[in-house]
C-alpha cells in the first residue's frame, strides 16, 4: 500500500548542496526512465537492502529515502527506520512508523514499532498507549512480550508479570526459544518484585528447556541467595561457570554466595572467586591500563595519596591465600554485612534485563527475534544483529583480548563490576580467619582500586577507612570518614566508625556525642528506636527487611561500653538495657551492666545480670567468676564467693598470665578474712607474694639488662626504642612492687588478727620502710597501717615510737571518719598515759569525749589520768560514769581501797584494741569513704 497523492509525508532529504552517496548514485544507474514510480521505488528497495546487509547504514538509509520519494511504501518506511534505530535516531524511526500506521492504521506491528522507539525516547505513556493499540489489533505473544518489556524498563515489574504470562498463555503455540525468552524474563521481574519463590520456578522451568542457560542458572543461584539457601545457590553457580569459565560476574556472584556462608573454608573459597573474576574484569580492560575518569557524579577527588599512589602500591596478589592456615574466628555480622552488598547499585553482571545495562542493539535484537505480528515481512528480512544469542540472552564475551576496542560506555561498565568485585574481595578478605596486617593491607589496596573506578561510592571510602583502623592508622581513617561525612553528613555507618576511631585516641566525649547522633537519627515520630535487625522472612516471597540505617543495639553498646569507661554507670546502665532489649542473645551485654550494678550497690542486680552473662556464655569466664566472687562476698555469700574465685584461680593456673593468678590469689584471701580463717588467707597471700616478688626480680634483670649506655650519655644519644622499653619496664616495676605491698599489708592482716605480734611488726617494718612507701596507694591506706602499727607497738610497749604513728595517722584521710578519729585520738591519749605524761594524755582524752561521750573505755582510762594529776573527784566522777554506761561489765568495778598503788589498769577489749584491721576491698557492712 502507498500513500495517495493528496497526502503529504517527511522524507528527511538530505541536507541542500550535499553530495550524493556513492551507493545512491550506483542505485540509480539501475533506474530508468521508463519505469513506474514504483518500480523505481523496488529497485532502490533492493540496493538499500543489500547495502544494509554489508553494514553500509548510511548508503542503505539514502537509498531507502529516495525509494519513499518515488513512492512511500511500507516496506521502505520499515527498512529506513532499521537504518534509523541502528544509527540510534529514534525520533526519526518513530516518523518512519507514524507514516507507517498512516498506510496502515489497523495493523498492530506498526503501534508496537512506534511504541518501542518511543520507550527509548523515554517517552512512556506515550509508549504504553501504542503498544495498548497494538494489543488491541493484535493480540499476539509478540506484542505482550514488547509491552512486558516497556513495563520492564520503567520499572513496573507487576504489569511486565501480567504481560510476560499472557505471551505464553498458548505454550503449545510458542516456540522452544520464546518461552525460554519471556519466562527467564518473568524470572527477572518476580526477581525485581522481591516475589523470589516465584522467581526460582520461573528460572528452573527455563533450565528444563534449555540446561545450558547461564544465566538462568545465575539467577536462580541470586534467588536462593537471598532466600539462604546457599547450598543450592552455589550449585547453581557452580554448574554455570563449568558451561561458561570465562564469565567474571559468575565468579563473583558465587564468591559473594560463598562469603555470606561465614563458614571459614567458605570465605577462602570466596577470596579465590574474587580473584579470578578480578583477573577476567582486568583482561578485559586491558593490562597495563589506567582506569577511566570518574564517572557517576564524581567530584573527581580521591584519597589515594593517603596511601600512596595505586600506580605506585604493590597490589598483593589473593592467591596467597593458599597459605592461610585454619584457626581462629571469624569475625561477626557477616551475614548483615553482605546483605547490604545486594541493596547496592545495580550493575550489569550479565542478567539480560534493560535496567542491567544491556546496550540498544541487544533490546531491539531481544524483540526483533520474537515471533508474530512485531515485525512486517520486509523487517523480517533484516540481518541478525552482531553478538546476536542463540537463547535471546544477553551474550557473554569469549576473549579476554585486551587489543579488541573497548567502547566507553562498555569500559565503564567494566570499571564499575571491577570496582564493584574489588570492594566485595576486601569485605571477605577482611573476614579471613587469619587476622595479618598483610591481609589487611591487601584488602586496602583493593578499596584504593574499587575508589579509582568509582570515587563517588561511599562504601569503597569506608571499606578503606575499615581497613585502616583495622591497621591502627586512625589518623588516616579519620581523614577518610570526615571526607564521607562532608558529601552525606548523614551516613550513620561513617558516624559509627569515626566514633571508634575518637574512642581508640582517647576522646571518649566525642565519640559519645556521635553516637547519641547515630541513636537520634533512629527514633521515628513515635520517639521509639528504629530497630535495624532483619525481620524474619515470609514464607513465601518476601525478601529480609533492608536495614533502614545502622544496627542501633551496636550503638547502644558501644556508648554504654563508653559511658562505662568515664565511670558514668547510671548512662551506661540505660544504654545497655535497650541493648539487651534489642538483642538479649549478647552476653557481653549482661557482663558489662552487672559491672554498674555493683559499681552502683546493686549488688542483686548486678549478681543477676552476672547469672545471665554466664548462661547466656560469656566468652571470659575467669572475669565473670572473679567480678561475681567479689558481688557474692558483698552480700555476705562467702561459700559462693569462695567457689567462685577458686574455679578462676584453677583456669588461671594453666595460662601463663601471672597477674591475674595473683590478682584471683589475693580475693581468696579476702574472702577467708571475711570467714576469720586468717591461717588459710595467710598461706594463699605468701603464695601470691612469692609469685609477685619473682616478678619483681625478673623485671629488674631486665630493667639492668637495658641500661646498657653509660650515664654520660646524654638522652638525644640514647636509641627511642631502648628508652620506650626502659619506661615501660620501670612502670611494671612500679606496678608490681606496688602489688607486693598490698600483699603484704594483708599479711600484716592476718597476723595482727590473730594476735601474731612479732611476724605482724616484722613484714610492718618493710611496709613502712623509706623504700615502700611511695608504693602507698593512698594517703587512706597509709593511715590504717600507721593506726595498726601503733597498736601493734602499744602491745609491744613501745609506746614512744607508736605515739609517733598515732600522731602521723592524724594527718592522713583516714580520721576523716568520726569513730576513726575516736579510736587515734583514744589511742594517743592511752600513749601518753603510759609514758606517764598525764597532762598530753587529758587533753587527748577530752578531745575523744567530744566525738564520742558515751563510750564507757574512754570514762575508765581517762579516770585512771585524773588519779595521776590528783583530781580525785573527777577520777570518781569518770569510774562511776563508766559503770552506769557498762553496769554489768565487771571490768569497771573500782575498789577504791586498793587503787592508790596502781597507776593505772588496762582492758583487753578496749575499743581501739579490738578494732578489725580492715582489708582494702570492701567489706559487707563495712561503710568506708
Not at 672 to 684: K, P, Q, R, T, V
Not at 760 to 788: H, K, M, V, W
Not at 857 to 874: D, E, I, P
Not at 879 to 885: D, P
Amino acid at each position: 500500500m502507498s500513500l495517495k497523492k493528496n497526502q503529504s509525508f517527511a522524507v528527511f532529504p538530505a541536507k541542500r548542496g550535499a553530495e550524493k552517496s556513492a551507493t545512491l548514485i550506483a542505485a540509480m544507474a539501475h533506474v530508468k526512465d521508463f519505469m513506474t514510480d514504483a518500480q523505481k521505488s523496488l529497485i532502490l528497495l533492493r540496493e538499500g537492502k543489500t547495502a544494509l546487509d554489508s553494514g553500509n547504514l548510511k548508503g542503505a538509509l539514502d537509498c531507502f529515502t529516495q525509494g519513499i520519494i518515488f513512492n512511500p511504501t511500507v516496506s521502505l518506511f520499515n527498512y529506513r527506520a532499521i537504518c534509523h534505530k541502528q544509527l540510534d535516531m529514534y525520533n526519526e524511526a518513530y516518523f518512519d512508523y507514524s507514516y507507517n500506521i498512516l498506510l496502515e492504521p489497523e495493523n498492530g506491528a506498526h503501534y508496537c514499532n512506534r511504541g518501542l522507539c518511543l520507550a527509548k525516547l523515554k517517552k512512556f505513556n506515550l509508549a504504553v498507549e501504542d503498544l495498548n493499540s497494538a494489543i488491541l489489533y493484535e493480540p499476539t505473544a509478540g506484542n505482550y512480550f514488547a509491552r512486558a518489556c516497556v513495563f520492564v524498563d520503567f520499572g513496573r515489574f507487576a504489569d511486565a508479570v501480567k504481560d510476560f504470562t499472557a505471551a505464553v498463555s498458548d505454550e503449545a503455540a510458542c516456540s522452544t526459544e520464546f518461552k525460554i525468552k519471556v519466562k527467564y524474563r518473568r524470572a527477572l521481574a518476580h526477581f525485581d518484585l522481591k516475589m523470589y519463590e516465584a522467581s526460582i520456578s520461573d528460572a528452573t522451568e527455563v533450565l528444563q528447556l534449555d540446561a545450558t542457560h547461564v544465566n538462568a542458572r545465575s539467577l536462580l543461584g541470586k534467588a536462593y541467595k537471598i532466600i539462604h539457601e546457599y547450598q543450592k545457590a552455589e550449585e547453581q553457580l557452580t554448574n554455570a561457570i563449568l558451561i561458561e569459565s570465562d564469565q567474571a560476574h559468575l565468579y563473583a556472584e558465587r564468591g559473594d554466595i560463598r562469603f555470606r556462608t561465614g563458614q571459614q573454608n567458605k570465605i577462602i573459597e570466596a577470596v579465590y572467586d574474587f580473584d579470578v573474576a578480578v583477573k577476567l574484569l582486568d583482561g578485559r580492560l586491558g593490562q597495563g591500563k589506567e582506569p577511566g575518569q570518574p564517572h557517576h557524579g564524581s567530584s573527581g577527588v580521591g584519597f589515594a595519596n593517603v596511601n600512596g599512589s595505586i600506580a605506585s602500591s604493590r597490589i598483593a596478589s589473593s592467591t596467597a591465600t593458599a597459605t592461610i592456615m585454619q584457626g581462629g574466628k571469624v569475625m561477626k555480622r557477616i551475614a548483615s554485612s553482605a546483605a547490604e552488598t545486594d541493596n547496592r547499585r545495580r550493575l550489569n553482571t550479565g542478567d539480560d534485563t534493560t535496567e542491567n545495562g544491556d546496550d540498544d542493539e541487544n533490546f531491539w535484537n531481544e524483540l526483533d527475534e520474537v515471533s508474530g505480528n512485531l515485525k512486517t515481512d520486509a523487517e523480517q528480512a533484516q540481518p541478525a544483529g552482531r553478538g546476536r544469542s542463540s537463547h535471546g540472552h544477553r551474550p557473554q564475551s569469549k576473549s579476554n583480548n585486551s587489543s579488541q576496542a573497548i567502547q566507553p560506555a562498555q569500559r565503564r561498565e567494566i570499571e564499575e563490576q571491577l570496582a564493584e568485585t574489588l570492594y566485595k574481595r576486601a569485605q571477605a578478605k577482611m573476614m579471613l580467619p587469619v587476622h595479618e596486617d598483610s591481609i589487611i593491607e591487601s584488602a586496602l589496596v583493593d578499596a584504593w582500586r574499587a575508589i579509582k573506578y568509582i570515587n563517588d561510592d561511599d562504601d569503597f571510602h569506608l571499606m578503606a577507612a575499615t581497613c585502616l583502623i583495622r591497621l591502627h592508622r586512625y589518623d588516616e581513617a579519620v581523614k577518610i570518614l570526615e571526607y564521607i561525612l562532608m558529601r552525606s553528613p548523614q551516613n550513620m555507618k561513617a558516624v559509627y566508625n569515626l566514633s571508634f576511631c575518637r574512642r581508640a585516641e582517647g576522646y571518649q566525649k566525642d565519640a559519645i556525642q556521635g553516637l547519641t547522633k547515630i541513636i537520634n537519627s533512629t527514633q521515628d515520630s513515635n520517639g521509639s528506636n528504629a530497630l535495624d535487625v532483619f525481620a524474619n522472612m515470609d514464607n513465601t516471597q518476601q525478601q529480609p527487611t533492608k536495614p533502614k540505617s545502622f544496627p542501633i543495639h551496636r550503638v547502644l553498646e558501644m556508648r554504654g561500653t563508653l559511658f562505662h569507661e568515664i565511670q558514668a554507670h547510671k548512662l551506661a546502665l540505660h544504654d545497655f538495657g535497650k541493648a539487651i532489649a534489642i538483642n538479649p542473645a549478647n552476653a557481653e551485654n549482661y557482663y558489662l551492666r552487672g559491672d554498674c550494678h555493683m559499681k552502683l550497690g546493686d549488688y542483686e542486680l548486678a549478681l543477676q545480670d552476672y547469672d545471665q552473662a554466664e548462661f547466656k556464655g560469656f566468652s571470659d569466664r575467669c572475669s565473670l567468676l572473679l567480678s561475681r566472687g567479689n558481688v557474692r562476698r558483698l552480700l555476705k555469700d562467702n561459700a559462693g564467693a569462695l567457689q567462685d574465685y577458686l574455679e578462676a584461680l584453677e583456669i588461671l593456673k594453666k595460662t601463663n598470665d601471672k597477674i591475674s593468678q595473683i590478682r584471683a590469689q589475693s580475693f581468696i584471701a579476702f574472702c577467708y578474712i571475711d570467714l576469720g580463717s586468717f591461717n588459710e588467707a595467710y598461706d594463699m597471700l605468701s603464695e601470691a607474694h612469692e609469685f609477685n616478688a619473682a616478678m619483681v626480680r625478673t623485671c629488674e634483670a631486665d630493667i639492668t639488662k637495658h641500661r646498657s649506655h653509660p650515664e654520660t650519655l646524654s638522652p638525644p644519644d640514647v636509641p627511642a626504642e631502648d628508652v620506650k622499653a626502659l619506661d615501660e619496664l620501670q612502670s611494671e616495676l612500679f606496678y608490681s612492687r606496688r602489688v607486693d605491698w598490698i600483699l603484704q599489708y594483708h599479711m600484716i592482716l592476718c597476723k595482727y588478727m590473730t594476735r601474731d605480734y612479732h611476724q605482724a611488726r616484722a613484714i610492718a617494718d618493710i611496709c613502712i620502710s623509706e623504700a615502700y612507701q611511695r608504693y602507698i596507694p593512698d594517703n587512706y591506706t597509709e593511715g590504717i597501717l600507721f593506726f595498726f602499727y601503733g597498736q601493734i607497738l602499744m602491745v609491744q610497749r613501745d609506746y614512744t615510737l607508736a605515739l609517733e604513728y598515732f600522731q602521723a595517722c592524724l594527718n592522713t584521710r583516714w580520721i576523716r571518719v568520726q569513730r576513726q578519729e575516736f579510736l587515734c585520738l583514744l589511742a594517743i591519749a592511752k600513749a601518753f598515759q603510759c609514758l606517764s605524761r598525764h597532762s598530753e594524755a587529758l587533753q587527748f582524752f577530752n578531745k575523744a569525749h567530744d566525738l564520742d561521750n558515751q563510750n564507757p573505755y574512754l570514762f575508765f582510762r581517762r579516770g585512771w589520768t585524773h588519779k595521776a594529776l590528783g583530781n580525785f573527784v573527777g577520777a570518781g566522777d569518770d569510774f562511776e560514769t563508766a559503770k552506769h554506761i557498762s553496769a554489768n561489765d565487771p571490768n569497771f568495778a573500782i575498789d577504791y581501797k586498793r587503787i592508790a598503788k596502781y597507776e593505772y589498769m588496762e582492758i583487753a577489749d578496749e575499743p581501739d584494741l579490738v578494732e578489725p584491721f580492715p582489708p582494702l576491698l570492701p567489706v559487707p557492712g563495712l561503710d568506708v569513704k
